[in-house]
């Protein structure tokens, strides 16, 4: 089995900043692609960053400049640097990654941390 577990979510005034980390464990060969979604009360999951095995890295544009994905394959973990968080940055944000297991690839999440900015 594979597991993703999310950690670093928390309170923060608007303006300030938090990391969140996500780590994989379980029967691992490799990890491709991994990324962090988010889920706002009322709204769908929508994508924030991905970043492939190489480090190729993509973002929201309403994240772009603000947040950095960052990945350490050695540890299997992904990071999330978000700087000046805005109200609006407020939801729980998912870990998402494509982990090869025996010889195939599958679609893991981890079960969420929730983000909470106040104005």
């Known amino acids: 089995q594979v597991q993703l577990v999310e950690s670093g979510g928390g309170l923060v005034q608007a303006g300030g900043s938090l990391r969140l980390s996500c780590a994989a464990s379980?029967?691992?060969?490799?990890?491709?692609?991994m990324g962090w979604y988010r889920q706002a009360p009322g709204k769908q999951r929508e994508l924030v960053s991905t970043?492939?095995?190489?480090?190729?890295?993509n973002y929201a544009d309403s994240v772009k400049g603000r947040f950095t994905i960052s990945r350490d394959n050695a540890k299997n973990t992904v990071y999330l640097q978000m700087n000046s968080l805005k109200p609006e940055d407020t939801a729980v944000y998912y870990c998402?990654?494509?982990?090869?297991?025996?010889?195939?690839?599958?679609?893991?999440w981890g079960q969420g941390t929730q983000v909470t900015v106040s104005s």
């Open positions: 998402h990654a494509y982990i090869v297991v025996g010889v195939r690839e599958y679609s893991y």
């Open positions: 970043i492939t095995r190489g480090g190729n890295t």
């Open positions: 379980g029967s691992i060969v490799s990890i491709n692609a």
